[in-house]
């Protein structure tokens, strides 16, 4: 009876650590664009649920197997010479920026992109029962997760090229005005 | 009396009908004569036909043919509207010379006008000297009606004797078969004799099962006292296998321990019975068989033949004995294309036109209509090649390239012109002279061959002038180069007789008769080996020095897994890009095989699954490397519209070189190149799960989950670096050897590998980036060298 109660508690202790283990990441915004050849970022903000461990961040990804002639990404979070940690039910948000190198990660348009591709980053993190950045932090002991990840939609657009706007344009006009010919035309036949 | 005889046997042929042999309207024609009228029938040419009581086979009275003055004049029976198209009949009659008449060959056939031509069909004949005046004899022979139904359809009985006075007798026509249609089942035919001979019977032989050997199970059955090579088990499979359709068939088959060192020639044949007449066709051909192991026969076989009775029968070249067992006969689908999934044309609209190749039956039917929904420029396998256009001089035949042009103008699709000079598929006429002599290399055998050309040339062009708003590029000269030769240039008769002008003259004539809009490209294959690269350069900077109007070069991609690799295609394409600025270049005839080197498979049905992966891989990552080429490549062309018709399957192998199945069904390839999501094992990824052990042994534990679609086939660690970039310096050991095959993974599932590493000398807090790159279907799925997306467990801020 005693062995069947430490099972239960062992299994309940179990369910519990699944259950906080889990960070909420929503991106800003969840869909970027840039024409052909440009760059993109996503801002976000991360949510560590876990009422009792600390949150590493360990590395972003995109994670569709995209059409590799769209573009690339790149980690902007997890590439940093500083590491991100998160307390227990702390939260982090920030903006992308392209110079402060801010930012979940960005994407680079290739040439050729066209169409919008849908996807999802996904951030991996660590999570310790001490902070990393503690005296007391012990990697050994106090590793409570070695690999966790958390998953939010992502799109990137390639926006039509300024020239293909204006070529749009005048395409427009020169509709319009040969549409206005032919009814000058008609009316006058 | 005999007239009863007669009546009570036409009675019989009735009951026989309703008994479930003929159906009761099979008998089309029945003409005994008894009556004293013609009974319909009316001369053929110039001939009187006369009843007669002078000969009778049954009964007393027959139909006497005299006064011919040809072999074709006889006696006839006009057909038309009688007779089905796509039915089978069996038609027979009774002849019987005139008396003092020298024996001679009698034949039955038929006169068919349909669509304007008068066709004559033979239908059965005697032997040459067969027919006599000595004696009755019967001429049988099936007829199968073709398509379209004829507006005449005339039988007559003619001889080889121009002269020769005939009686005939009890002619019929009996209805066989009706129009192929769906089988009345599908349910095949699976024996593996663990229950006894489960319907086999010796033919010739004597059938027993034995559990001397089994493939499966622990018995199989053995065929033994064979009265000849002929006999053998058998099957009836008149219920199993159906006219129009098309079947899977497997055997496996042994000789028994006794046979010792010895070895047959097995086969699998069927005899099919069609009214009074019997022929005998090869389902599986002559495959080697010992004692030692179990060899497969197999085939696809579509029974395309009327009958009233089939059996499935293995035979072999000798009458010793042999076992045969797992005995397997499926249903094969027709092909039907699959409506609901996305256009590969489509698909790639944002950056090249998608082409496929028209050829005789690829542009009707089902076939074409995968062709409609997913190509959009079509380029002629064979029908636009010399050899098909002008095999006999100043002839021209251009009804199949015509039909194909037809097609893609009415559907909407781009052509490509294919090919105007080529080595092979040349009419050995071309390079001969009058007397049909090989012509010596001279000035006057150089001015001949190049005045041929530019009238061939010219002809053909002129042809298709009044479609020439539909094409878009021509390739004018196919394949002139071989590297091993120090200038580059095959020594093909073209190149023997003219040197290289026959190459210039092609691309000014076809220039000349071509708007701007056509472009004109050298087409070679293996334009990524550096040799043929380098003659390629030097070809074309020839050309342009020369002032020869060439537009475009075509790669051909006549490609197999593992060579060339996409980034040789990608550097191949750039670096003529870069040479002649503006240059036009195109994949032309783009296939996949699976290897120059092995395995090979000998049926389609034998390539695995996850070789079907590799493939949808290798798609995806050309056609990435196509699309990265940002605009150099402008089209795409696939040289097969499905496995089902590709140059690459022969007799003894079989290929899976494009994007869809023998029956017409997307395969991982096509997914390769419209939605790689969809390919097996695509949402492979990795995880450090666990770190564990001691600091000098530590082992990480990696899992590897594959959340589908499909299986992950062949997945693999490839390696595993470590990269400090915090704490005390330190020099970690990884001691797993790599790569760590961790096979298939199915969807759904996870693999997990441990990777020992030594961290002696590293501090708790020294930190690390981890790299560990993974991948799937040979590579296929995951190595940037063979193209694909990189697939790595990459993380920072690692600690032991």
């Given at each position: 009876m005693?062995s069947?109660?430490?099972?239960l ?11 906080t283990?889990?960070?909420v ?8 664009g840039?024409?052909p050849?440009?760059?993109?970022g996503w801002?976000?903000s991360l ?8 949150l590493?961040?360990t590395g ?5 197997a995209?059409p590799?002639a769209?573009?690339?990404?790149t ?12 307390a227990?039910l702390?939260?982090l948000t920030?903006?992308y920026?392209a110079?402060?190198r801010?930012?979940?990660?960005e994407f ?5 992109a066209?169409?919008r591709?849908?996807g ?8 310790f029962s001490?902070?990393?950045l ?7 002991l106090h590793?409570?997760d ?9 799109g ?7 020239g293909t706007?204006s070529l749009?344009?005048?395409?427009g006009l020169?509709a319009?005005?040969s ?5 000058s035309l008609?009316s006058?036949? | 009396m005999?007239g009863l005889?007669k009546?009570w046997?036409?009675m019989?042929a009735?009951?026989?009908g ?10 089309v024609?029945q003409?005994t004569?008894?009556d004293?009228?013609?009974q319909?029938?009316g001369?053929?040419g110039?001939?009187?036909l006369?009843?007669?009581a002078?000969?009778?086979?049954t009964g007393t009275r027959s139909l006497?043919t005299?006064?011919?003055t ?8 006009n057909?038309?509207n009688?007779?089905?198209?796509g ?5 027979t009659?009774?002849?019987r010379?005139?008396?003092?008449t020298p024996?001679t060959q009698?034949r039955?056939s ?16 005697s032997?040459?000297?067969g ?10 022979g099936?007829y199968?009606?073709?398509d379209p139904?004829?507006s005449s359809?005339v039988?007559?009985i003619?001889?080889?004797s121009a002269?020769?006075s005939?009686?005939v007798?009890d002619?019929s026509?009996?209805l ?5 249609g769906l ?16 319907g086999?019977f010796?033919r010739?032989a004597?059938?027993a099962t034995?559990s001397?050997?089994a493939?499966?199970?622990s ?6 006292g064979?009265a000849?090579?002929w006999a ?8 199993v ?7 899977r068939?497997?055997?496996?088959a042994k000789?028994?321990?006794?046979a ?6 097995v ?5 099919r019975?069609a009214?009074?007449?019997t022929?005998?066709?090869t389902?599986?051909g002559?495959v ?13 076989y579509?029974?395309a033949?009327?009958?009233t009775?089939l059996?499935?029968?293995?035979e072999?070249?000798?009458t010793?004995p042999?076992?045969?067992d797992d005995?397997?006969i499926s249903y094969?689908?027709p092909p039907?294309?699959e ?7 489509q ?5 090249f036109?998608v ?5 005789n039956?690829?542009?009707t039917?089902?076939?074409g209509?995968?062709?409609?929904k997913?190509f959009n420029s079509l380029?002629?396998?064979n029908?636009?090649?010399w050899?098909?256009l002008?095999a006999q ?10 039909a ?9 699709m781009k052509l490509r012109?294919h090919t105007?000079?080529w080595?092979?598929?040349m009419?050995?006429?071309?390079f ?6 090989a012509?010596a290399?001279s ?7 190049l005045?041929?050309?530019v009238e061939h040339?010219?002809h053909?062009l ?8 539909s094409?878009y590029?021509?390739?004018?000269v ?5 590297p091993?030769?120090?200038?580059c240039?095959?020594r093909?008769p073209w190149?023997l007789l003219?040197?290289t ?10 220039r000349?008769l071509l708007?701007a ?5 050298y087409?070679d294959?293996?334009?990524t080996?550096v ?6 350069h030097k ?8 002032g020869v109007?060439?537009d475009?070069i075509g790669h051909?991609?006549?490609i197999?897994?593992?060579?060339p690799?996409?980034?040789a295609v990608?550097?191949m ?6 040479a002649?600025?503006?240059?036009s ?7 996949i095989?699976?290897?120059?080197n092995g ?9 695995p699954p ?6 949808g891989?290798?798609?995806?990552n050309?056609?990435n ?7 150099l490549i402008d ?22 070189p494009?994007l869809?199945?023998?029956?017409l069904?997307a395969?991982?390839a096509?997914?390769g190149?419209?939605d790689p ?7 492979l990824n990795?995880s450090i799960?666990t770190?564990a052990g001691?600091q ?7 899992n ?5 679609p499909?299986?992950a086939?062949?997945v693999?660690l490839?390696g ?6 915090g ?5 970690p050991m990884v ?10 993974i199915?969807?759904g599932a996870t693999a997990s590998?441990g990777?020992?590493?030594?961290f002696?000398?590293c501090?708790?807090?020294a930190?690390?980036t ?6 799937a279907?040979?590579?296929w799925?995951?190595?940037p060298a063979?193209?694909?997306p990189?697939?790595?467990i990459?993380r ?5």
């Amino acid at each position: 009876m005693k062995s069947n109660l430490k099972l239960l508690f062992a299994a309940a202790a179990a369910l519990l650590a699944t259950a906080t283990q889990a960070a909420v990441l929503t991106l800003s915004p969840a869909v970027i664009g840039a024409q052909p050849g440009q760059t993109a970022g996503w801002g976000f903000s991360l949510l560590n649920d876990d009422a009792d461990n600390y949150l590493l961040v360990t590395g972003t990804e995109f994670t569709l197997a995209a059409p590799s002639a769209f573009g690339s990404y790149t980690d902007l979070l997890a590439s940093r010479p500083e590491v991100v940690v998160l307390a227990p039910l702390a939260s982090l948000t920030e903006a992308y920026d392209a110079l402060l190198r801010s930012g979940i990660g960005e994407f680079t348009f290739a040439a050729s992109a066209d169409g919008r591709l849908d996807g999802q980053v996904a951030l991996h993190y660590a999570l310790f029962s001490v902070d990393p950045l503690s005296l007391s932090f012990d990697p050994d002991l106090h590793l409570v997760d070695a690999d966790a990840t958390a998953f939010a939609r992502a799109g990137a657009t390639a926006l039509p090229e300024p020239g293909t706007w204006s070529l749009l344009g005048i395409a427009g006009l020169l509709a319009l005005r040969s549409r206005r010919k032919i009814s000058s035309l008609r009316s006058s036949a | 009396m005999l007239g009863l005889i007669k009546s009570w046997r036409a009675m019989g042929a009735l009951l026989l009908g309703l008994c479930g042999g003929l159906p009761a309207q099979a008998q089309v024609v029945q003409a005994t004569w008894e009556d004293g009228t013609l009974q319909g029938f009316g001369p053929f040419g110039g001939v009187t036909l006369t009843n007669s009581a002078a000969a009778a086979r049954t009964g007393t009275r027959s139909l006497l043919t005299t006064g011919r003055t040809a072999g074709y004049m006889g006696p006839s029976l006009n057909l038309t509207n009688r007779l089905v198209p796509g039915s089978s009949y069996q038609i027979t009659a009774w002849v019987r010379l005139a008396a003092g008449t020298p024996a001679t060959q009698v034949r039955l056939s038929m006169q068919r006008t349909a669509g304007g031509t008068t066709n004559y069909d033979s239908v059965g004949s005697s032997t040459t000297t067969g027919v006599t005046d000595g004696g009755w004899t019967q001429i049988t022979g099936l007829y199968a009606l073709a398509d379209p139904a004829p507006s005449s359809l005339v039988l007559y009985i003619e001889s080889s004797s121009a002269t020769a006075s005939f009686y005939v007798d009890d002619a019929s026509v009996t209805l066989v078969s009706g129009v192929p249609g769906l089988p009345p089942n599908t349910t095949g035919l699976t024996s593996n004799f663990e229950s006894g001979t489960q319907g086999w019977f010796g033919r010739g032989a004597t059938i027993a099962t034995t559990s001397e050997s089994a493939h499966g199970g622990s018995q199989a059955l053995l065929a033994t006292g064979r009265a000849g090579t002929w006999a053998g088990p058998a099957y009836n499979v008149t219920n199993v296998m159906f006219n129009g359709s098309t079947y899977r068939v497997t055997a496996w088959a042994k000789l028994p321990a006794s046979a010792g060192a010895a070895t047959s020639r097995v086969r699998i044949s069927l005899q099919r019975d069609a009214g009074t007449v019997t022929s005998y066709h090869t389902v599986v051909g002559d495959v080697t068989v010992g004692s030692s192991a179990w060899v497969r026969l197999t085939g696809t076989y579509q029974v395309a033949m009327a009958n009233t009775a089939l059996t499935f029968y293995v035979e072999s070249g000798d009458t010793n004995p042999f076992l045969i067992d797992d005995v397997q006969i499926s249903y094969v689908p027709p092909p039907s294309i699959e409506t609901n999934i996305p256009s590969v044309a489509q698909s790639q609209l944002a950056y090249f036109p998608v082409g496929t190749i028209g050829y005789n039956g690829g542009i009707t039917g089902v076939q074409g209509d995968l062709v409609v929904k997913h190509f959009n420029s079509l380029v002629s396998e064979n029908n636009m090649k010399w050899g098909s256009l002008q095999a006999q001089p100043g002839v021209y035949t251009y009804a199949n390239a015509d039909a194909e042009v037809a097609f893609a103008k009415a559907k909407g699709m781009k052509l490509r012109g294919h090919t105007l000079a080529w080595h092979e598929q040349m009419p050995a006429w071309v390079f001969q002279d009058a007397n049909g002599q090989a012509l010596a290399p001279s000035p006057a055998s150089k001015a001949l061959v190049l005045q041929r050309e530019v009238e061939h040339i010219t002809h053909v062009l002129n042809h298709f002038a009044p479609h020439v708003a539909s094409f878009y590029a021509w390739d004018v000269v196919n394949e002139v180069i071989d590297p091993a030769q120090a200038d580059c240039m095959r020594r093909s008769p073209w190149y023997l007789l003219t040197g290289t002008d026959f190459i210039d003259t092609a691309f000014r004539t076809a220039r000349a008769l071509l708007p701007a809009h056509v472009k004109l490209y050298y087409n070679d294959y293996s334009t990524t080996d550096v040799p043929k690269l380098a003659c390629l350069h030097k070809l074309v900077a020839g050309l342009k020095a020369r002032g020869v109007p060439i537009d475009g070069i075509g790669h051909q991609m006549h490609i197999s897994l593992g060579y060339p690799s996409p980034a040789a295609v990608n550097n191949m394409v750039r670096s003529l890009a870069t040479a002649f600025p503006g240059i036009s270049q195109q994949v032309t005839e783009m296939d996949i095989k699976v290897s120059d080197n092995g395995p090979f498979y000998a049926g389609y049905e034998d390539i695995p699954p996850a070789v079907h992966a590799q493939l949808g891989y290798a798609w995806r990552n050309y056609f990435n490397t196509f699309r990265q080429l940002n605009g150099l490549i402008d089209s795409v062309t696939i040289w097969g519209q499905a496995d089902n018709h590709t140059w690459l399957t022969t007799g003894s192998r079989a290929e899976a070189p494009v994007l869809f199945d023998t029956s017409l069904k997307a395969k991982p390839a096509y997914w390769g190149v419209v939605d790689p999501s969809k390919l097996p094992g695509a949402g492979l990824n990795g995880s450090i799960a666990t770190k564990a052990g001691t600091q000098a042994a530590r082992v990480w534990t990696l899992n590897f989950s594959n959340p589908g679609p499909g299986t992950a086939y062949g997945v693999r660690l490839a390696g595993f670096t470590l990269r400090q970039t915090g704490g005390t310096v330190c020099t970690p050991m990884v001691r797993t050897a790599f790569p760590v095959n961790l096979g298939d993974i199915a969807a759904g599932a996870t693999a997990s590998t441990g990777v020992t590493i030594d961290f002696t000398g590293c501090p708790a807090l020294a930190a690390f980036t981890v790299d560990a790159p993974f991948n799937a279907a040979n590579g296929w799925h995951g190595d940037p060298a063979k193209g694909s997306p990189a697939l790595t467990i990459s993380r920072s801020n690692q600690f032991r």
